[in-house]
């Protein structure tokens, strides 16, 4: 019998075991109530399987799981409606959407790179895949398979980093860290993301979609692997106005520019010893400050599963950070900035402590101003058009409002994928 005492690392967390089989979610927490200004407003359940990554578009939530994704109409927020839940098997089901076009992270082997039949096993496995699959999302209600695109390592997360053509390049998160998943092409030091080219955002550019480069990137801070110490990254957030990405690199974070998006460039190294698992990063509306998460499963320990907030034209000594603040094993995991000029609030998942809001106008003094945790486990929680939606481990899509006068005048936007900031707000 397997326990969830085998993750003694906080990084292999949502890694599959040497044979290839998924570990269970860390545990939801006691209920420990909510604020007064936040509002569940709805529950849209999916239970039986592991709850991960959202993107949106329109009224639609675009909801990852490890089996697939689901589309979520919440044009009613008190009562979303499930238009299809699409069963493509390859944890861990990170999401993003560009027009008619839905792209899907598999960082798990799989039997097959097409949705039929398509089980986890394991790297040496023969014809066994692992990447970016590819869905025509045009009809909401019949998702359509296109293609699925190899990378190395396969593909942990991935960002969107949209162009002035209509296109968009794809940037692959992934890393040689546990047995299951090295192969001849996922060995350390790796070094390296893939970059997959969209030719534009119709079902043609889905099938057209390819990798066009593989640039190396390096750090000053190694991660061990099962095939030795290891530099890669586990998710980066793309500021194309200013043409940078904050990469949170598990060893420690970087900016990169990305003026030549097929060749970012390293500008900065950022390695605060208190951060455990460089995980997330976002950045400010006003493009001042980057915000890093650090993945924790350890016990209730300061600074552990912390926010770190950092100047980005000066980003060597952190300008604050903060964790969780109640007495419970916490980390701050998906998050984005609320899209309202003059104030930085911060919208975060929490795992087991579910939902938190905080305040980072003053990023030297950052103040928690809102919870939900009704014995919550949340893997994604973002604000988008007046409402923060939420991906639950355990439980499916929490719908919420979060009533205070910091949110007033957020902008409103046709679609977010929450990786990808493609405009800035001045005060």
Same mark, same amino acid.
């Given at each position: 019998?397997?326990?969830?005492?085998?993750?003694?690392?906080?990084?292999?967390?949502?890694? %599959?075991?040497?044979?290839?089989?998924? %570990?269970?979610?860390?545990?939801?927490?006691?209920?420990?109530?909510?604020?007064?200004?936040?509002?569940?407003?709805?529950?849209?359940?999916?239970?039986?399987?592991?709850?991960?990554?959202?993107?949106? +578009? =329109?009224?639609?939530?675009?909801?990852?799981?490890? =089996?697939?994704?689901?589309? $979520?109409?919440? +044009?009613?927020?008190?009562?979303?409606?499930?238009?299809?839940?699409?069963?493509?098997?390859?944890? /861990?089901?990170?999401?993003?959407?560009?027009?008619?076009?839905?792209?899907?992270?598999?960082?798990?082997?799989?039997?097959?790179?097409?949705?039929?039949?398509?089980?986890?096993?394991?790297?040496?496995?023969?014809?066994?895949?692992?990447?970016?699959?590819?869905?025509?999302?045009?009809? %909401?209600?019949?998702?359509?398979?296109?293609?699925?695109?190899? @990378?190395?390592?396969?593909?942990?997360?991935? @960002?969107?980093? !949209?162009?002035?053509?209509?296109?968009?390049?794809?940037?692959?998160?992934?890393?040689?860290?546990?047995?299951?998943?090295?192969?001849?092409?996922?060995?350390?030091?790796?070094?390296?993301?893939?970059? $997959?080219?969209?030719?534009?955002?119709?079902?043609?550019? =889905?099938?057209?979609?390819?990798?066009?480069?593989?640039?190396?990137?390096?750090? $000053?801070?190694?991660?061990?692997?099962?095939?030795?110490?290891?530099?890669?990254?586990?998710?980066?957030?793309?500021?194309?106005?200013?043409?940078?990405?904050?990469?949170?690199?598990?060893?420690?974070?970087?900016?990169?520019? $990305?003026?030549?998006?097929?060749?970012?460039?390293?500008?900065?190294?950022?390695?605060?010893?208190?951060?455990?698992?460089?995980?997330?990063?976002?950045?400010?509306?006003?493009?001042?400050?980057?915000?890093?998460?650090?993945?924790?499963?350890?016990?209730? /320990?300061?600074?552990?599963?912390?926010?770190? @907030?950092?100047?980005?034209?000066?980003?060597?000594?952190?300008?604050?950070?903060?964790?969780? !603040?109640?007495?419970? %094993?916490?980390?701050?995991?998906?998050?984005?900035?609320?899209?309202?000029? #003059?104030?930085?609030?911060?919208?975060?998942?929490?795992?087991?402590? #579910?939902?938190?809001?905080?305040?980072?106008?003053?990023?030297?003094?950052?103040?928690?101003? #809102?919870?939900?945790?009704?014995?919550?486990?949340?893997?994604?929680?973002?604000?988008?058009?007046?409402?923060?939606?939420?991906?639950?481990?355990?439980? =499916?899509?929490?719908?919420?409002?979060?009533? +205070?006068?910091?949110?007033?005048?957020?902008?409103?936007?046709?679609?977010?994928? !929450?990786?990808? /900031?493609?405009?800035?707000?001045?005060?």
């Amino acid at each position: 019998m397997v326990t969830l005492t085998v993750m003694s690392s906080p990084a292999y967390a949502h890694e %599959p075991w040497e044979d290839g089989s998924v %570990p269970p979610p860390p545990p939801s927490s006691p209920a420990d109530g909510y604020s007064q200004n936040m509002h569940l407003l709805s529950t849209d359940e999916h239970t039986g399987g592991t709850n991960s990554d959202l993107a949106f +578009s =329109g009224n639609l939530v675009f909801a990852g799981h490890y =089996g697939g994704f689901r589309i $979520i109409d919440i +044009s009613e927020p008190g009562t979303p409606e499930e238009l299809a839940d699409v069963h493509c098997n390859g944890p /861990q089901g990170d999401v993003s959407v560009w027009g008619d076009l839905l792209f899907l992270s598999v960082d798990t082997p799989q039997s097959t790179p097409s949705c039929d039949g398509s089980t986890n096993v394991t790297a040496s496995t023969p014809g066994a895949w692992e990447g970016v699959r590819v869905f025509d999302v045009s009809d %909401p209600r019949a998702p359509r398979f296109l293609q699925a695109i190899r @990378t190395d390592c396969g593909s942990h997360t991935h @960002t969107l980093v !949209p162009r002035e053509d209509g296109g968009t390049y794809i940037y692959v998160a992934s890393y040689p860290l546990s047995a299951s998943n090295i192969g001849p092409d996922c060995k350390a030091p790796f070094e390296r993301i893939s970059v $997959i080219n969209v030719p534009g955002h119709d079902a043609a550019a =889905g099938l057209a979609a390819a990798v066009v480069a593989e640039p190396t990137v390096k750090g $000053i801070d190694l991660f061990a692997g099962s095939s030795g110490d290891f530099f890669a990254c586990h998710d980066i957030q793309v500021l194309t106005p200013r043409n940078l990405a904050a990469a949170a690199c598990l060893s420690q974070g970087q900016l990169w520019d $990305i003026t030549n998006p097929l060749a970012p460039r390293v500008t900065a190294d950022i390695d605060t010893p208190d951060v455990d698992i460089w995980h997330s990063a976002a950045f400010t509306h006003d493009g001042k400050h980057v915000t890093f998460g650090d993945e924790y499963f350890g016990p209730a /320990q300061e600074p552990f599963g912390a926010i770190w @907030t950092y100047a980005v034209d000066n980003p060597a000594v952190p300008l604050s950070h903060l964790r969780i !603040p109640r007495d419970e %094993p916490s980390t701050y995991h998906n998050f984005n900035y609320i899209p309202v000029a #003059g104030r930085n609030i911060l919208v975060s998942s929490a795992y087991g402590s #579910g939902t938190s809001v905080v305040d980072l106008t003053d990023p030297s003094n950052p103040k928690e101003i #809102g919870y939900y945790d009704m014995r919550s486990n949340q893997w994604s929680t973002y604000w988008y058009n007046g409402l923060i939606v939420a991906n639950d481990i355990s439980r =499916g899509l929490d719908v919420l409002r979060f009533s +205070s006068r910091e949110a007033a005048g957020a902008r409103r936007l046709p679609m977010l994928n !929450p990786q990808t /900031q493609t405009f800035l707000l001045h005060r």
